[in-house]
């Protein structure tokens, strides 16, 4: 069974800084992309940052660049996602997910982690 477990989510005040982790469990880490989502609330869920399977290109949402960093370590089976100079508008669950290889859709998804910026 694959399962996707987030942490280090919580609340921070603007322009502070969180680190997320996602640890992987159930599938063979190196053979997959990793990708961060978020979802705040009534909105839909969007792309945050992506990471390649073997050379590590990261990807970023334009609301995100700049700001954001998008790690992994294979040998921890875990993806992290280090957000800096936090915004009220960065408020959202943050998920991450597995998508195999360098396919674009992802097949597996953690619960997430809540994520809440104060001003």
């Known amino acids: 069974q694959v399962q996707l477990v987030e942490s280090g989510g919580g609340l921070v005040q603007a322009g502070g800084s969180l680190r997320l982790s996602c640890a992987a469990s159930?599938?063979?880490?190196?053979?997959?992309?990793m990708g961060w989502f978020r979802q705040a609330p009534g909105k839909e869920r969007e792309f945050v940052a992506r990471?390649?399977?073997?050379?590590?290109?990261?990807y970023y949402a334009d609301s995100a660049k700049g700001r954001f960093t998008i790690s992994r370590d294979n040998a921890k089976n875990t993806v992290y996602l280090q957000m800096n100079m936090l915004k009220p508008e960065d408020t959202a669950v943050y998920y991450c997910?597995?998508?195999?290889?360098?396919?674009?859709?992802?097949?597996?998804w953690g619960q997430g982690t809540q994520v809440t910026v104060s001003s």
């Open positions: 997910a597995a998508a195999y290889r360098s396919e674009s859709r992802y097949d597996y």
């Open positions: 159930g599938l063979t880490f190196s053979n997959y992309a």
């Open positions: 990471i390649s399977w073997i050379s590590g290109r990261t």
